[in-house]
């Protein structure tokens, strides 16, 4: 039986900021492309995935798309940033990007053009001014597009809370934009309402000639408005539904993606909510000391696929912001236009619970935690999924860890087997299984010293859908590679 799990692409890719598009009858996901293990974002070129609408398990491996070296402003920067995929009026698609270095932002907002959605995208040139000089106005930074009844609007901006932090005066404010952006003092103070926050920008038939001067969407100064507390960071995406815009964004807080929405494609949007967070912070409550696995920054968008709508989103592995993983899942829009914030689950575009029966890998859990995850820095020892070569599995298990896996549909009897290995050390304690986070454990196993993968089973039995955990108590570290119904 074939399912969907989370990260729904195989373990080894690593393809964050999804943007999910639906051309004909598949829907396909760009994004940008890390290094497994990299120790920067954005490392590799851009890879395509597609999936026909109506089997969200059957995804296929469209092949690189583009490369880097396409672009002749490869000689200055290396790094592709998330981009975007729009469907021009003469049918043809056309990808955005830019490209960067390691901490500096684009100066040129790049565009590729194919034939098809997932062909080989050839280099166009750059979006530009009516002058045809490169459109440089406001900060070059992720993409997001919208082919709306013909009309092509661009979005892109990033924002940083300068102005508003206590700890800079203006003076100081202007001073890091100045380093951060390689603006000058005039191009900051003399653009209306500053060079940050999220702009959009129509273009013209040509796919890269502005129409007229990028407008801000947002007001910039958010005390007191709607966005407070969820403030734009990056991560432009639009979409329309019916009457309605909506701009999906990653917020100040990066570890969730939230929209805002409005009657004009260029102004008066308002906050909505956060659709979801990498970490399940604000679900229900949660706090962040709470976060239900290490968090850092979030970028994706909705999509409404074969009738139903789904959020697309990243989460983080290796310990660090830079090997992040494609996940997603359904979400519903109410009568009132809102979409109220969803869990992270492991089955995302299953279309139900995951069945008891066969091996699972461990680093499909969308819960990890030892009580004391942080978002951003994970510089001290934390539960984590890595690789070595082709193994993947999830190591530094210390006591007081949970790994959990949202959901299964269970029939009764099963035995359940755990495959794990000693980590630094020889560990002496218990792994026990739960059937939801605040039940009575259900079985468990006792965890002693081995160097190499050892397989230990244990018998439990339950009817209906539950989550499953594991939670460790004991000294020592452990690995864990994988689990199996028998």
Excluded at 171 to 189: C, D, F, N, P
Excluded at 400 to 408: L, V
Aim: net charge negative; with cysteine.
């Amino acid at each position: 039986m074939k399912q969907a799990f989370n990260p729904y692409m195989p373990l080894c890719e690593y393809v964050p900021d999804g943007e999910p598009h639906v051309f004909g009858d598949r829907v396909y996901v760009y994004g940008s492309h890390d290094k497994e293990g990299g120790d920067f974002f954005c490392m590799l070129d851009y890879v395509c995935y597609s999936a026909p609408v109506d089997d969200l398990t059957d995804w296929k491996y469209e092949g690189v798309i583009y490369k880097a070296k396409n672009d002749p402003d490869y000689v200055n920067h290396h790094f592709m940033y998330a981009p975007d995929v729009v469907k021009g009026n003469d049918g043809k698609y056309y990808l955005y990007y830019s490209l960067a270095d390691r901490h500096e932002c684009s100066y040129l907002m790049s565009v590729a053009v194919c034939d098809t959605p997932a062909g080989e995208y050839k280099f166009l040139g750059y979006v530009r001014n009516p002058d045809g000089t490169p459109l440089q106005d406001y900060i070059i930074f992720d993409p997001g597009l919208i082919n709306d009844n013909g009309n092509i609007y661009l979005y892109y901006g990033v924002w940083y809370d300068f102005d508003e932090n206590p700890n800079y005066t203006r003076e100081q404010s202007i001073a890091k934009q100045m380093e951060m952006y390689h603006k000058t003092r005039e191009e900051i103070l003399s653009t209306p309402g500053g060079v940050q926050g999220p702009v959009c920008v129509a273009l013209e038939d040509d796919m890269m000639t502005i129409k007229h001067k990028p407008v801000h969407i947002f007001p910039i100064i958010y005390k007191g408005t709607s966005f407070e507390g969820h403030e734009f960071f990056e991560a432009s995406s639009i979409r329309k539904i019916g009457d309605k815009y909506y701009f999906v964004y990653s917020t100040y807080n990066q570890h969730e993606l939230a929209y805002a929405t409005s009657d004009y494609p260029d102004r008066d949007f308002v906050f909505g909510g956060v659709i979801i967070s990498n970490g399940d912070i604000g679900l229900n409550g949660r706090l962040p000391k709470d976060r239900v696995r290490m968090t850092g920054n979030n970028h994706g968008s909705i999509e409404k696929i074969n009738g139903e709508w789904y959020i697309f989103y990243h989460r983080h592995t290796h310990k660090n912001e830079y090997s992040r993983q494609a996940c997603a899942e359904k979400i519903e829009l109410l009568e009132n236009g809102h979409f109220p914030q969803v869990e992270v689950t492991s089955c995302g575009l299953n279309g139900g619970p995951l069945v008891t029966s066969g091996t699972y890998p461990s680093p499909i859990c969308c819960h990890l935690s030892n009580g004391e995850m942080t978002h951003g820095k994970f510089d001290h020892t934390l539960p984590h999924i890595t690789n070595v070569g082709e193994e993947r599995f999830i190591t530094e298990i210390i006591d007081k860890t949970i790994i959990g896996y949202k959901y299964f549909d269970f029939k009764g009897k099963t035995t359940l087997r755990i495959v794990y290995r000693s980590g630094k050390n020889q560990p002496q304690g218990t792994l026990f299984v739960k059937l939801g986070l605040d039940n009575e454990p259900v079985a468990s196993y006792e965890i002693k010293g081995s160097l190499e993968w050892t397989n230990i089973d244990c018998s439990l039995e339950a009817m209906g859908t539950y989550p499953l955990y594991f939670e460790y108590s004991g000294n020592g570290e452990i690995d864990v590679k994988e689990f199996t119904f028998l």
